[in-house]
């Protein structure tokens, strides 16, 4: 290989490497509510993955396949055939690299939805790993507290 070939590929990586690493003094929450915000309320799932999630992303839902690619061609799809789907995030907590969102998701017009908890791992400002629970939102409920 030439030496100005070589002095290219280095100098591109070190410029990566420094961009990536000013991003990365983004705390896990502020890395979780852009990811968020991009994925669930912009409906942008490719560049919100491919941005913000780690190739090897590891998948806890048993419904889903594991990986970030494996995501994107899931819910893609997912969202054009659902182009009414809504995420009305509620709350996010953060306890060190682990992130909670508490939200509604909804799917077609009045439909009550699901109140949906995902719960992220970040690490190096990516997310690696991901947990989710759903429970639909009733019609009637025991108590007066909701859901959300």
């Known amino acids: 290989m030439r030496p100005s ?4 590929a280095a100098t ?7 961009a990536h690493a000013a991003e990365c003094r983004l705390k896990p929450k502020e890395v979780v509510t852009r990811f968020i915000n991009e994925f669930y309320v912009q409906k942008q799932v490719r560049a919100a993955f491919e ?3 780690e190739p090897g992303y590891i ?8 990986g970030r690619d494996a995501a994107i061609a899931f819910l893609e799809p997912f969202f054009r055939t659902h182009p009414d789907a809504t995420y009305s995030i509620k709350r996010i907590i953060a306890d060190g690299n682990l992130v909670v ?3 509604q998701a909804t799917f077609t017009a009045g439909d009550r939805g699901l109140a949906v908890v995902d719960i992220l791992r970040v690490e ?4 690696a790993e991901h947990w989710d629970v759903a429970q639909p939102v009733p019609e009637k409920s025991a108590n007066d507290n ?3």
């Open 5 to 8: 070939v070589i002095l290219l």
């Open 12 to 18: 591109l990586s070190l410029v990566t490497g420094l």
């Open 51 to 53: 941005t913000w999630v």
């Open 59 to 66: 998948q806890h839902n048993p419904l889903a396949a594991t």
């Open 101 to 103: 969102v508490h939200s």
């Open 124 to 127: 190096h400002c990516k997310i």
């Open 146 to 148: 909701g859901m959300f």
